[in-house]
């Protein structure tokens, strides 16, 4: 079995095994136009139409739709068939497609409708007799004289016309010598621009040209009338650039208001390069565009509050009469700082003049000692010289670890450390590349 019979079977179709012709194959039919659209390619017309979508041509070039048979749109109404009086436009339309299609109100495939583009037709006019020849055309020398006939026996009806020339023209001479009257030669070249720049705004400036009445000259006898009109042409310069303006200050402004309400302020005014500004490659100007003067407003500026440092803090008193020295009870203690220097309507310093805090009473108790871990690294001493070095330090400290807190700093007093058999210890390491000191008696 070959393929094409192959391919028949397997759609279900049975039919007679022929070889189909070969046709260019579209995927796309236009049915309004009746035209084909993207071409694939030369396959046989029964492998084309596998696809009802899809359209061919035959060698005749005509596109043929593969779908069921439908009608296409009607075609624009055509030109009307005669220029004058009654005619007919036309329009049609085709059938695309496989098999026949159905024309229940046999409308066919041409419609036609009567149509006028103008009413009558127009029909030719006659000629009148001519009229007289009128005089001369000049005074002297040789001139020529016409004569005019209408078209009006018959007049044309609907826009006719008649054939041939409604005026004729015969020499005539006067037999009289004609004065030469002056006609100018040709205009010179245009001279050269006075200028190599325009300024802007400027009225521009004029190249010129010149000629000369000498074509012909006039005659003396009988005398001929001189040319008239200018020997003289100008028009403006064109192709030079423009002249580089440079800028220049305005005026200062007014000073703005002074930046402050009392004592020491400033004022700033303000200047605009644009008096002109600078164009057509012109320098900027020169200078600042802004500048600030001292202004003074004679009154004390108010002065607000500044706290002093903390005072030392009160001894450690108990919340009540129980007694917390020695022991693990939190006592109370203050300490106060002021507010001073508020003057000229200044403000009150934020905050609270009076600090309280917990603290833990041990002066003078009996402790035993433990070894602190290493401190920070001190700063470098003496402050210049290739002796300066730094220092940490293990320290033995009161044990504290009993209490209920752990931060030394709430500890009030002076506590009795046993400190037996703790060993305290030091270390030191020079500070590199410290500056020389100044010997003072030598400057």
Not at 110 to 125: A, E, I, L
Not at 231 to 253: E, K
């Amino acid at each position: 079995m070959n393929l094409i019979l192959w391919g028949i079977v397997l759609l279900g179709i049975y039919v007679q095994q022929s070889v189909s012709e070969m046709v260019e194959c579209f995927s796309s039919f236009t049915l309004s136009t009746g035209k084909c659209g993207d071409l694939l390619g030369q396959v046989e017309k029964n492998s084309c139409c596998l696809n009802p979508s899809y359209a061919y041509k035959e060698a005749d070039g005509v596109c043929r739709f593969c779908g069921r048979a439908a009608w296409s749109e009607w075609t624009p109404w055509g030109e009307c068939s005669v220029s004058c009086t009654e005619g007919v436009s036309q329009r049609r339309r085709s059938c695309h497609g496989i098999g026949d299609c159905t024309d229940p109100e046999n409308l066919g495939t041409v419609q036609t409708k009567p149509c006028v583009k103008q009413q009558c037709c127009p029909v030719k006019g006659g000629w009148s007799e001519w009229g007289k020849w009128q005089i001369c055309s000049v005074t002297c020398g040789d001139g020529i004289r016409k004569r005019q006939r209408t078209c009006s026996e018959p007049i044309p009806q609907c826009g006719g016309s008649c054939s041939g020339e409604e005026e004729d023209t015969t020499p005539c001479a006067t037999e009289k010598i004609c004065p030469t009257h002056g006609g100018w030669s040709s205009w010179g070249s245009w001279g050269p621009c006075p200028v190599t720049c325009l300024y802007e705004g400027h009225s521009l400036q004029k190249e010129l040209r010149k000629r000369t009445c000498t074509n012909p000259t006039p005659s003396t006898v009988p005398r001929g009338n001189d040319c008239e009109g200018s020997d003289t042409d100008n028009r403006p310069c064109s192709g030079q650039p423009f002249c580089p303006v440079n800028g220049n200050w305005g005026a200062w402004t007014n000073s703005t208001s002074c930046s402050v309400t009392c004592g020491v302020g400033q004022q700033t005014q303000r200047r605009i390069c644009d008096s002109p500004k600078p164009a057509h490659g012109g320098k900027q100007c020169r200078g600042e565009e802004q500048q600030t003067i001292i202004c003074t407003i004679l009154v004390n500026c108010p002065l607000n509050g500044m706290w002093t440092e903390w005072g030392e803090w009160s001894h450690c008193k108990p919340p009540s009469t129980r007694n917390i020295k020695c022991r693990n009870r939190e006592g109370k203690r203050r300490r106060e700082r002021d507010c001073v220097d508020s003057q000229h309507n200044g403000d009150l310093c934020d905050g609270e003049i009076v600090k309280y805090g917990n603290c833990y009473e041990i002066d003078e108790c009996e402790m035993d000692g433990v070894l602190s871990e290493w401190s920070e690294w001190s700063y470098c001493k003496p402050d210049c010289g290739t002796d300066s070095k730094q220092i940490r330090e293990i320290k033995c400290v009161a044990d504290i670890s009993s209490y209920s807190s752990q931060d030394r700093t709430i500890f009030t007093g002076t506590p009795r450390v046993n400190c037996k058999d703790l060993k305290e210890q030091i270390e030191r390491r020079p500070c590199k590349n410290v500056p020389e000191c100044v010997n003072k008696s030598a400057e």
